[in-house]
Each structure stands twice: as structure tokens, then as C-alpha cells.
């Protein structure tokens, strides 16, 4: 894999943001440039070969997935997937007052676009989880006997992008149809990581997308089980089955399809080496850092490839700053709300935290197709001797007098 960072001694961990573009998809793009990268709905010549292009990607990604090619909805990203799947579903009954139930522990572009469906008039329930980030079922069963006579969707992602905990999509899904309500499962982090499949977990919608494979930013896809009603959230044309108008991108079509392929592929033999690496991981960090916490890891599935920590007294920006600075890329918690002052609402639906006012830094380890174990060696050994000096000034000025 080409080595895209700064110098060769960098280590990049933070694959559960973004996967860097791997060669081989690369190499896939290149060799279509010149036919994929035109209007794939123009009637002439060009159009045609782009539109063949695209529509083998989609036939290669609907095959991946466990899907019919009817039912593969290319959009731009994870995060219009998700808002399609719930804001779409609420939007599209909404003179019967759909109730939507959620996972506390969702991706924002999950959670966000039921709070917009609940301002427009949806019925939002909430799904606890427990300590080690599992919804629990039966209170998916409650809500869904109080959602009865109404539309209903059920979001409950494959597995959390912060933690790693893998949710029973499959348990979900069969609980969900026997009321006559449907699921939707946000499999982003998983798909690529552990087998996913629409046809074995019976989700009626399913949401993915290529960067968090090492494929292009910029795509993702949902899968639409045929029949089931969604409102289009944009519009302007009848591309994607009017669900997701305007000029389609057969380029990066290719690359996901590439990406999906190279990662479906290597499984599980590359779930097998993550695992290896993230328990060694775990055992640097434990024995470096005095009072280090593992999220999720009594959980009954986790994610291979990703380790959350938590580090009472820490702060995990200060960390994350020192630890690049060292030529270490982790994030704090999740990438997409790493930003934010707020606490993480995945930790705090799974009763995760210091307990106190104290800091309690949280970072989130993620590994790639290309990440080797002198590298999760290197960042543990960094991580854990800066965490320590961390939480021990920290220590200090909590036990120093006030003057």
C-alpha cells in the first residue's frame, strides 16, 4: 500500500474515521478513467459505457451484501443513508404518525435525523443499552407492543462505531417483523470487518459506505427492501429510483465496489489479526496505565478492529495532540463528534465515565488492511507511557492543597 502520510515512520489508527484509498482500488478507478466518468443518465455513447460501469458496481456490491441489484440505492455517504433510511421512512407515513425506535447509542446521522422526524411530528423511543453498549431486547419488545397499529421503524446499528459492540441484528429484525414494523441497520463500521449480509440478518434497509473500506470518500449506498415506502430528502431527478436524485458517480461506483470486494474477501483471516493485535494492545495498555478501562470488552461480539479506552483524570485531547506529535494518529472517541466538548452519548447510555467532575479521556484505537503489529506496538507503547504521566500530574493536582 503506497504510504501516504508525512514519512514512513507515522502510524495511522484511526481507520474507523477513514480507511485511506487502497491501491488496488486506486488501480481499479485508473483503469475505467476515460469511460466511468461521465453522466451516467446522458443517452449517448458516453453516457452508456458509464452507466455500465455503474451498474456492475451495483450487481458487485448487491452480491457482497447478501441483496437483490433492485434493492441497492447508491447515495453519498453513510451519513445520507442513515437520514434516507429514518427521516425518509417518517416523512413517507407521515399522516399516520410513525413511530421510530432508536438505539441511544447510534450514529449521530441516525439520531440527528430522528430528531428532526420527531419535530415533524414522529413518535421517538429511545433503546437503553447495557454496560457493555448491547441494546437490550426487551425493551425493543416493549416499545415495539406501544408502537402497534402504527408505522414503525426500528434503528439499531450492526455495530458502534465508538466501541465496537456488535447489536443481534438478526434477533432485532425477527422481533421487529413479528409486530409488523420494520428495521433499519446502519452496518458502516461493520461491513468489510465481520460478515454482514441483508438476505441473513432480514434488516429491510441497510446502510454502508466505501471510505471505512479503503475505498473513495464521497459514496455510500442503502438497501431498500422492495416495496418499502421512503420520502426522497433532496430532489431534482430520477436517478436512483428518485430516492437519491442528481448526476450519479460511476467512478466511485468502481472504487466501492473494488473496496468492498478486497475487504469481504480477506475475511476472517483479517478479522483474526486484528483481534490478535487489539489484545495485545489491550495488554500493553493495562499494564502501563494504572486504572485504564476496555469499553464493550464484556460484550458478547465486538468488532475486531477497534479499541476504545478510557483514562480516568486524563485529557484525551491533550493526548491525541502529543501522541501526533510523536507520529501516533488515534481519535477521542468518535471522529465525527472528536471536535466537541460533549461527553460521548455512547459512553453515557452504557453508564461508562469517571462517575465524577474529573476528566475521563476516552481513545478509540482503530486498525486497517495495512496496519502491522510493530506499529500497534509502537502506538501502545507511546500511548500508555503518556496516558500514565497524564493521569498521574492530573493525580497530583487533584491530592495538592488549595491555597
Request: hydrophobic residues 45%.
Amino acid at each position: 500500500m503506497r504510504d501516504r502520510r508525512a514519512d514512513g515512520e507515522r502510524i495511522y489508527l484511526d481507520h474507523a474515521a477513514t480507511s485511506p484509498l487502497r491501491d488496488e482500488v486506486w488501480a481499479a478507478m485508473q483503469a475505467v478513467l476515460g469511460e466511468a466518468d461521465f453522466n451516467a443518465a446522458s443517452p449517448h455513447g458516453f453516457g452508456s459505457r458509464a452507466r455500465s460501469h455503474l451498474e456492475e458496481a451495483r450487481g458487485r456490491l448487491a452480491g457482497l451484501l447478501g441483496a437483490p441489484v433492485s434493492e441497492v440505492r447508491f447515495t453519498a455517504g453513510g451519513t445520507q443513508a442513515d437520514n434516507l433510511a429514518v427521516l425518509g421512512f417518517a416523512r413517507a407515513h407521515a399522516g399516520d404518525r410513525p413511530t421510530l425506535v432508536v438505539s441511544a447509542i447510534e450514529h449521530k446521522a441516525v439520531l440527528e435525523a430522528a430528531r428532526q422526524a420527531e419535530r415533524e411530528g414522529a413518535h421517538l423511543v429511545p433503546l437503553p443499552v447495557d454496560g457493555h453498549g448491547v441494546v437490550r431486547l426487551a425493551a425493543l419488545e416493549a416499545a415495539l407492543d406501544e408502537a402497534r397499529g402504527a408505522p414503525c421503524l426500528v434503528s439499531l446499528m450492526w455495530a458502534n462505531n465508538e466501541v465496537g459492540s456488535i447489536q443481534p441484528v438478526a434477533e432485532a429484525a425477527r422481533m421487529t417483523h413479528a409486530r409488523g414494523a420494520f428495521l433499519h441497520t446502519d452496518a458502516v463500521q461493520a461491513f468489510g470487518k465481520v460478515p454482514v449480509s441483508r438476505e441473513a440478518s432480514a434488516a429491510d434497509l441497510l446502510s454502508v459506505t466505501a471510505h471505512k473500506l479503503g475505498g473513495p470518500v464521497g459514496i455510500g449506498l442503502l438497501v431498500v427492501r422492495e416495496g418499502l415506502r421512503l420520502e426522497p430528502l433532496t430532489f431534482g431527478g430520477s436517478q436512483e429510483r428518485g430516492l437519491w436524485p442528481g448526476t450519479q458517480n460511476p467512478l466511485a461506483a468502481v472504487g466501492f465496489a473494488e473496496a468492498a470486494r478486497l475487504a469481504v474477501e480477506a475475511l476472517p483471516g483479517s478479522a483474526a489479526r486484528w483481534t490478535e493485535l487489539r489484545d495485545a494492545l489491550v495488554g500493553r495498555l493495562e499494564a502501563g496505565v494504572p486504572g485504564v478501562r476496555v469499553h464493550g470488552a464484556g460484550a458478547a461480539a465486538r468488532l475486531p478492529n477497534i479499541l476504545s479506552v478510557g483514562l480516568p483524570g486524563a485529557d484525551a485531547a491533550e493526548l491525541l495532540v502529543t501522541l501526533d506529535l510523536e507520529g501516533v494518529a488515534l481519535s477521542a472517541g468518535s471522529a465525527c463528534s472528536s471536535g466537541s466538548q460533549h461527553a460521548s452519548h455512547v459512553l453515557e447510555a452504557m453508564g461508562a465515565g469517571s462517575g465524577s467532575d474529573e476528566p475521563y479521556g476516552v481513545l478509540r484505537f482503530s486498525f486497517g488492511p495495512d496496519t502491522t503489529a510493530e506499529e500497534v506496538e509502537r502506538a501502545g507503547r507511546s500511548a500508555a507511557r503518556l496516558a500514565a504521566a497524564t493521569m498521574e500530574s492530573a493525580g497530583a493536582r487533584h491530592a495538592a492543597p488549595a491555597p
